[in-house]
């Protein structure tokens, strides 16, 4: 199953928790938490293009599969990383933060962002 498409966040779970965990200031918090972000991935084989915008910011990270990349997280910052695929999952460890994105069905992608107790869980519906 191919995870290219458009997605729309659906429905999210620890937004606030997870989010002043990882150091995203409250104002940005507040002003995040009901925007519906927009997700688009491309897929090419083992390569992955994968834009997410959300309001007025676009975070754009490229890379392939098993090999590593230098990936942006959600704080800014780059950092190298290897993104592991099993399956319909697509998973990597981002400074502490484990990330795990499922196709679920064709249309459904979850992706559950972990640091230490904390899980922060996106839940997003093909366009």
Do not use: W
């Not at 950092?79 to 795990?100: F, P, Q, T």
């Not at 679920?104 to 962002?113: A, E, P, R």
Request: aromatic share 6%; proline share 2%.
């Amino acid at each position: 199953m191919s995870f290219a498409g458009k997605y729309q966040l659906d429905c999210q779970e620890n937004f606030e928790p997870f989010m002043k965990a990882v150091g995203i200031p409250d104002d940005l918090i507040q002003k995040g938490k009901d925007i519906k972000s927009i997700s688009e991935i491309e897929e090419s084989g083992d390569n992955f293009k994968v834009t997410v915008t959300t309001g007025s910011k676009v975070l754009v990270n490229a890379f392939t599969v098993g090999q590593e990349s230098e990936l942006e997280t959600l704080t800014g910052e780059k950092v190298k990383a290897v993104v592991h695929r099993e399956g319909n999952k697509l998973r990597v460890n981002l400074k502490g933060i484990e990330s795990v994105t499922e196709l679920v069905d064709g249309n459904t992608i979850v992706n559950t962002l972990t640091l230490g107790n904390i899980v922060y869980k996106r839940t997003s519906k093909r366009m």
